[in-house]
């Protein structure tokens, strides 16, 4: 099946990790070359077709104005099985840090999610096949081609994967303005599952019994919303942080 991957950054990263799954690139007529040169040369190496188009085209093509003249037909973003990704984590030197997604919508949201994740050197990304966005052209672009470098996990129910991750004996913490344990006094260098609600509601109440603890991001009084990437980002820089040696 034929996907759309549309940016500079996700083309180029696409055709870094996994050029044989790049079918075609299409350029936009009279561009500038250099931006995309990397992008033009990696096309030669690995024998990929390139076209060019007007930009209404790729406009169309994209279903999208935001694709900066570079549009590649590939194959869709890999999905990984759960438990590979966990025997991944196994061989890591680093204690398991994962990002769990429950519930969100918006692609971009879920892009800059996935961006901060590798980032801060989570080792997977899990979310639900049912009520949360796909892993869409819009959600590669909004994580700058990110999604090509960590394992990506859909799973049928997120309470039940939470309590598998406990048997892997991975603590899962929660996020909530609620929460009484504010993240900087938490410990995160121990092997853990991070949940980020949805952007309006939060976590569900099923999702939200299955976690060990919940943690807090303390805000100045008088204003008390981030949205989920935000917040997202930054309890994992915090995690981060504290598990960076020295």
């Known amino acids: 099946m034929s996907f759309t991957i549309y940016g500079i950054h996700p083309v180029l990263e696409a055709l870094k990790k996994r050029p044989r799954a790049v079918h075609r690139i299409i350029l936009a007529r009279q561009r500038d070359e250099s931006a995309v040169r990397p992008i033009m040369e990696l096309a030669k190496q690995g024998h990929i077709k390139i076209e060019h188009e007007q930009g209404v085209n790729l406009d169309r093509l994209a279903g999208s104005e935001q694709h900066q003249g570079v549009l590649a037909e590939a194959e869709?973003?890999?999905?990984?099985?759960?438990?590979?990704?966990?025997a991944k984590c196994r061989k890591e030197p680093a204690p398991p840090l994962l990002l769990v997604l429950d519930s969100i919508q918006d692609p971009h949201n879920f892009g800059a999610l996935i961006r901060s994740?590798?980032?801060a050197g989570v080792q997977a990304v899990?979310?639900?096949?049912?009520?949360?966005?796909?892993?869409?052209?819009?959600?590669?672009k909004a994580s700058a081609g990110a999604v090509e470098h960590i394992p990506l996990?859909?799973?049928t129910n997120i309470a039940a994967t939470l309590a598998q991750l406990k048997q892997?004996?991975?603590w899962v913490v929660g996020t909530s303005a609620r929460a009484e344990t504010s993240l900087y006094r938490f410990d995160f260098k121990r092997p853990l599952a991070l949940v980020i609600g949805s952007e309006g509601k939060g976590m569900r109440p099923l999702v939200e019994k299955n976690c060990d603890l919940?943690?807090?991001i303390p805000l100045q009084a008088g204003f008390d919303s981030l949205n989920a990437s935000t917040a997202g980002a930054v309890v994992l820089f915090e995690a981060?942080?504290?598990r960076m040696p020295g």
């Open 117 to 119: 994740a590798v980032c």
């Open 240 to 242: 981060m942080r504290q």
């Open 214 to 216: 919940c943690v807090s």
């Open 168 to 170: 892997e004996n991975i």
């Open 76 to 86: 869709p973003y890999p999905v990984w099985e759960l438990d590979a990704a966990l």
């Open 126 to 140: 899990i979310f639900p096949k049912d009520r949360s966005v796909g892993l869409t052209a819009t959600v590669g």
């Open 153 to 155: 996990c859909r799973v």
